[in-house]
């Protein structure tokens, strides 16, 4: 009797029976829009052989990989069964509709920002309020609303010495109308200064634009925009004005200007772009020499004692400039230096 | 921007903001329109189309004298502009936005192009791409006999070839298909969705399967993807239905089988337009990650750290900012602060703690020559 055959069969049905699947790695699973990517390429011999077969195969070998992936997240239970919670889908699609525009802020809005006020937000601010007399929730506003009551009870105290005329009711109901009347027109003046702010905004940046260009085409000739014909009526260019702090001033603010000046210059930024030749162990008044002759600086810089690290800032600060040479870089304490104004100019350069 | 047309009830503008763009996007709506003329077979696949679509699905029963790719050749490249082309995708967006809908599923039939079936995506109201297949060997759901799943459920998608992300145009393709069959993004519960997908329902769902014909080894060889859409292989969309069975082994996902329900439709590959890139770029842009998410741990940017060469990850530490005042310089007997203090108390400054001590370097060597 052989049994090869039958065990062969008996493990057939095992391995259709098993979740495995051979060629997982090159199935790409995206679960979050339920979608498995087979990379395989197709094989022609199989396709050629038994397309619905060949078809049902791949597409089943496919599908369990992506059942196996979904069975796998985390779920949460519900009354129908346990709910897999999807991650956000790995393959974009392009959208149908543009991404919703933030609403503009109404002038309250922009107010209790400014003043730091922070009130319930609308999402938490309930349309009911409780009612002690009624022991029950009514609406704030609107079909029963609690801004009714006065009008719409039945009996309603009238103070002494009131008029003949006097009707609270009516009373009350002239104050709630003025109230929507002017939330609409609120309401509305925010609509419309949203509406002006997006004009105006873009109308502003377009005319700064426009003249940045025309300043800079006037100023494109080999003359420097000065044998041009002018327009009548055409203002002068006018040029960046430049500043200076005052010769006497506070003297701790002019050392921290200093100071970070110097820790600016210490800094990665700085230090990138000191070449090899303005490297501070090399002696300036010896008469610098050009950048091109390192192998000069390099023999020099031997024979010197190395200088700390520290002390290598120091001295880069102190010939960073010719005016820094004179000590203006560090002031004495207490008196007044030129330093405040170069340190100015500085930040201005950089 | 102020509407331009203005609700007149409560329910009109219900309505309206239904429209509205959204974070998270509903379904696209379909639309499947009737070209001039169409077969038997193209009323029979968009029949079938249309029942896996369903409920976002509308139907335009009349004949319609559309023909969006009038002025594409067959090389996919504009000739000229058309009156024709022009006219009808005006329509498609005019359709479009009275039925909210971005996309659209034209059929029609020539001599020239038979069985004509054309995918077209819309963005923000303007057509985005267009892709034009030919159907061939159409079997129907009701042809074939068995279980059916039940509409409202987007099926599951299996894509296989390589083609699906080596080569532009099945690159295309699967993006419009996933477009067509997918639902909303409101089940994914990271992008701020509160539903989940029912694991239960997975039995008896709709597998959507596509395939390809085996890669021509012209398409291998070849890097240009300018190669004639004769030589491209054909496509195979398949749909099947899912039967679960428990599992032998120790696995918590079932064994899967699946069963053909139909309908089963080959497309052979006509022409195409490629989406307008700076339309592209608009719709492809994605909501930011909330706060309240980046919290929990989802989006959050791994700031200075990075894996070398090596595969070894390697951080980067801010060691803060170097106090140049507490710069320790040269060390000499005559610079120590409580000899210098006593030595010459009539000196200027020397209260100013903050800038002497770092100044010491510099200026105490022609201070104390002065002395």
Same mark, same amino acid.
């Given at each position: 009797?052989?049994?090869?055959? &039958?065990?062969?069969?008996?493990?057939?049905?095992?391995?259709?029976?098993?979740?495995?699947?051979?060629?997982?790695?090159?199935?790409?699973?995206?679960?979050?829009?339920?979608?498995?990517?087979?990379?395989?390429?197709?094989?022609?011999?199989? #396709?050629?052989?038994?397309?619905?077969?060949?078809?049902?195969?791949?597409?089943?070998?496919?599908?369990?990989?992506?059942?196996?992936?979904?069975?796998?997240?985390?779920?949460?239970?519900?009354?129908?069964?346990?709910?897999?919670?999807?991650?956000?889908?790995?393959?974009?699609?392009?959208?149908?509709?543009?991404?919703?525009?933030?609403?503009?802020?109404?002038?309250?809005?922009?107010?209790?920002?400014?003043?730091?006020?922070?009130?319930?937000?609308?999402?938490?601010?309930?349309?009911?309020?409780?009612?002690?007399?009624?022991?029950?929730?009514?609406?704030?506003?609107?079909?029963?609303?609690?801004?009714?009551?006065?009008?719409?009870?039945?009996?309603?105290?009238?103070?002494?010495?009131?008029?003949?005329?006097?009707?609270?009711?009516?009373?009350? /109901?002239?104050?709630?109308?003025?109230?929507?009347?002017?939330?609409?027109?609120?309401?509305?003046?925010?609509?419309?200064?949203?509406?002006?702010?997006?004009?105006?905004?873009?109308?502003?940046?377009?005319?700064?634009?426009?003249? =940045?260009?025309?300043?800079?085409?006037?100023?494109?000739?080999?003359?420097?925009?000065?044998?041009?014909? $002018?327009?009548?009526?055409?203002?002068?260019?006018?040029?960046?004005?430049?500043?200076?702090?005052?010769?006497?001033?506070?003297?701790?603010?002019?050392?921290?200007?200093?100071?970070?000046?110097?820790?600016?210059?210490?800094?990665?930024? /700085?230090?990138?772009?000191?070449?090899?030749?303005?490297?501070?162990?090399?002696?300036?008044?010896?008469?610098?020499?050009?950048?091109?002759?390192?192998? #000069?600086?390099?023999?020099?810089?031997?024979?010197?004692?190395?200088?700390?690290?520290?002390?290598?800032?120091?001295?880069?600060?102190?010939?960073?400039?010719?005016?820094? $040479?004179?000590?203006?870089?560090?002031?004495?304490?207490?008196?007044?230096?030129?330093?405040?104004?170069?340190?100015?100019?500085?930040?201005?350069?950089? | 921007?102020?509407?331009?047309?203005?609700?007149?009830?409560?329910?009109?503008?219900?309505?309206?903001?239904?429209?509205?763009?959204?974070?998270?996007?509903?379904?696209?709506?379909?639309?499947?329109?009737?070209?001039?003329?169409?077969?038997?077979?193209?009323?029979?696949?968009?029949?079938?189309?249309?029942?896996?679509?369903?409920?976002?699905?509308?139907?335009?029963?009349?004949?319609?004298? &559309?023909?969006?790719?009038?002025?594409?050749?067959?090389?996919?490249? #504009?000739?000229?502009?058309? $009156?024709?082309?022009?006219?009808?995708?005006?329509?498609?967006?005019?359709?479009?936005?009275?039925?909210?809908?971005?996309?659209?599923?034209?059929?029609?039939?020539?001599?020239?192009?038979?069985?004509?079936?054309?995918?077209?995506?819309?963005?923000?109201? =303007?057509?985005?791409?267009?892709?034009?297949?030919?159907?061939?060997?159409?079997?129907?759901?009701?042809?074939?006999?068995?279980?059916?799943?039940?509409?409202?459920?987007?099926?599951?998608?299996?894509?296989?070839?390589?083609?699906?992300?080596?080569?532009? /145009? #099945?690159?295309?393709?699967?993006?419009?298909?996933?477009?067509?069959?997918?639902?909303?993004?409101?089940?994914?519960?990271?992008?701020?969705?509160?539903?989940?997908?029912?694991?239960?329902?997975?039995?008896?769902?709709?597998?959507?399967?596509?395939?390809?014909?085996?890669?021509?080894?012209?398409?291998?060889?070849?890097?240009?993807?300018?190669?004639?859409?004769?030589?491209?292989?054909?496509?195979?969309?398949?749909?099947? &239905?899912?039967?679960?069975?428990?599992?032998?082994?120790?696995? =918590?996902?079932?064994?899967?089988?699946?069963?053909?329900?139909?309908?089963?439709?080959?497309?052979?590959?006509?022409?195409?337009?490629?989406?307008?890139?700076?339309?592209?770029?608009?719709?492809?842009?994605?909501?930011?990650?909330?706060?309240?998410?980046?919290?929990?741990?989802?989006?959050?940017?791994?700031?200075?750290?990075?894996?070398?060469?090596?595969?070894?990850?390697?951080?980067?530490?801010?060691?803060?900012?170097?106090?140049?005042?507490?710069?320790?310089?040269?060390?000499?007997?005559?610079?120590?602060?409580?000899?210098?203090?006593?030595?010459?108390?009539?000196?200027?400054?020397?209260?100013?703690?903050?800038?002497?001590?770092?100044?010491?370097?510099?200026?105490?060597?022609?201070?104390?020559?002065?002395?």
């Amino acid at each position: 009797m052989d049994v090869s055959n &039958i065990l062969a069969e008996q493990a057939q049905r095992n391995n259709d029976k098993s979740t495995e699947i051979e060629t997982e790695s090159t199935l790409d699973v995206d679960a979050g829009s339920i979608t498995v990517t087979d990379s395989n390429p197709i094989d022609s011999e199989t #396709y050629n052989q038994n397309l619905e077969s060949h078809l049902l195969s791949i597409a089943r070998i496919g599908t369990q990989a992506l059942f196996n992936s979904l069975f796998s997240l985390p779920s949460v239970s519900s009354p129908d069964g346990p709910l897999a919670q999807l991650p956000s889908p790995t393959t974009h699609l392009p959208r149908a509709k543009p991404l919703p525009k933030p609403k503009p802020p109404t002038k309250w809005e922009m107010f209790a920002k400014a003043k730091g006020i922070q009130g319930k937000s609308k999402e938490k601010r309930t349309k009911r309020v409780w009612d002690e007399e009624k022991q029950e929730w009514v609406n704030k506003w609107g079909w029963k609303g609690k801004n009714k009551e006065t009008e719409e009870q039945w009996i309603t105290e009238v103070p002494m010495g009131a008029d003949l005329d006097h009707d609270p009711r009516k009373i009350a /109901r002239d104050e709630r109308k003025d109230r929507v009347a002017k939330n609409k027109k609120q309401q509305e003046s925010n609509l419309a200064r949203a509406q002006k702010a997006l004009t105006s905004s873009d109308r502003e940046s377009r005319k700064t634009e426009l003249e =940045r260009t025309l300043s800079m085409s006037r100023t494109s000739t080999a003359s420097m925009g000065k044998f041009d014909r $002018k327009l009548e009526g055409e203002k002068k260019l006018k040029g960046v004005k430049r500043k200076f702090d005052p010769a006497e001033g506070d003297v701790a603010a002019e050392a921290k200007a200093s100071l970070d000046l110097l820790a600016k210059m210490n800094s990665d930024a /700085r230090k990138t772009r000191i070449t090899q030749a303005q490297r501070p162990n090399k002696k300036p008044h010896l008469g610098a020499p050009p950048p091109s002759l390192t192998g #000069y600086i390099s023999s020099q810089s031997q024979e010197q004692p190395k200088i700390p690290e520290k002390r290598k800032s120091l001295m880069c600060a102190k010939r960073f400039d010719s005016l820094a $040479k004179d000590g203006a870089v560090f002031p004495w304490a207490g008196k007044v230096t030129g330093a405040n104004q170069w340190a100015k100019d500085d930040k201005s350069i950089s | 921007m102020l509407r331009t047309v203005k609700p007149k009830n409560a329910r009109s503008k219900r309505a309206l903001d239904a429209r509205e763009p959204k974070e998270i996007e509903d379904g696209r709506i379909a639309i499947f329109v009737k070209g001039t003329k169409t077969s038997e077979l193209l009323n029979g696949v968009m029949k079938d189309l249309m029942a896996l679509k369903k409920p976002f699905a509308i139907s335009f029963s009349k004949k319609n004298d &559309i023909h969006p790719l009038a002025a594409v050749n067959a090389v996919s490249s #504009y000739s000229s502009t058309s $009156k024709v082309a022009e006219s009808s995708i005006s329509s498609l967006e005019f359709w479009a936005s009275k039925n909210d809908a971005s996309l659209f599923l034209l059929s029609q039939t020539s001599k020239k192009r038979p069985d004509n079936l054309t995918f077209i995506r819309m963005f923000n109201g =303007r057509v985005l791409d267009i892709v034009e297949f030919g159907a061939e060997n159409w079997v129907g759901i009701d042809q074939i006999k068995g279980p059916k799943s039940s509409p409202g459920h987007p099926p599951l998608l299996h894509f296989a070839s390589e083609l699906f992300t080596t080569h532009p /145009r #099945y690159i295309q393709i699967k993006s419009m298909l996933m477009s067509f069959f997918t639902g909303s993004t409101a089940m994914t519960t990271e992008d701020g969705g509160n539903g989940g997908l029912s694991l239960k329902g997975l039995e008896g769902e709709c597998v959507v399967s596509v395939s390809v014909a085996p890669t021509p080894p012209t398409l291998n060889n070849a890097t240009d993807s300018s190669s004639s859409p004769t030589t491209l292989p054909k496509i195979h969309l398949r749909t099947y &239905i899912t039967s679960v069975s428990s599992t032998s082994g120790s696995s =918590r996902s079932p064994r899967l089988e699946l069963t053909p329900m139909g309908p089963s439709i080959d497309f052979v590959l006509r022409r195409y337009t490629n989406p307008d890139p700076e339309l592209l770029k608009q719709a492809m842009r994605r909501p930011k990650v909330k706060k309240a998410e980046i919290e929990s741990g989802l989006g959050k940017k791994r700031k200075n750290l990075e894996v070398d060469q090596m595969g070894d990850l390697r951080g980067r530490v801010h060691v803060g900012r170097q106090d140049l005042g507490k710069l320790q310089t040269r060390k000499m007997k005559g610079l120590k602060k409580g000899m210098f203090d006593e030595g010459d108390g009539d000196d200027d400054g020397d209260e100013d703690g903050d800038s002497e001590e770092e100044n010491e370097g510099v200026k105490k060597k022609p201070k104390l020559t002065q002395d």
